[in-house]
Nanobody
Framework: VQLQASGGGSVQTGGSLTLSCAAY????????MNWYRQAPGKEREWVATASRGGVPLYADSVKGRFTVSMDNTKDEMFLQMTNVKPEDTAVYYC?????WGQGTLVTVSS
């Protein structure tokens, strides 16, 4: 299964950005998909989890600003980022039970 994240870029503090993660090659729908991020010089950290029919989960650092969702018709997940902060600057990765996707870089300028 190949996971492909996209949508990263540069955004100013307070702005918005939406990331996408698509899974290719799976023979069944994923029940859970996750977002992680890794800031420069820091360890990778969990950001959010989307589940089919379940309540989305968020790290405290993004709660109230980020919204995670899944497309019900295919294995695709989104992360809507609003009111972004410089500390949101990181490479964002998607993850499923099959492994990690390549990251997409988000840079927030002050």
């Amino acid at each position: 299964v190949q996971l492909q994240a996209s949508g990263g870029g540069s955004v100013q503090t307070g702005g918005s950005l939406t990331l996408s993660c698509a899974a290719y090659g799976s023979t069944s729908r994923f029940h859970l998909m996750n977002w992680y991020r890794q800031a420069p010089g820091k360890e990778r950290e969990w950001v959010a989890t989307a589940s089919r029919g379940g309540v989305p989960l968020y790290a405290d650092s993004v709660k109230g600003r980020f919204t995670v969702s899944m497309d019900n018709t295919k294995d695709e997940m989104f992360l809507q980022m609003t009111n972004v902060k410089p500390e949101d600057t990181a490479v964002y990765y998607c993850r499923t039970v099959t492994g990690w996707g390549q990251g997409t870089l988000v840079t927030v300028s002050s």
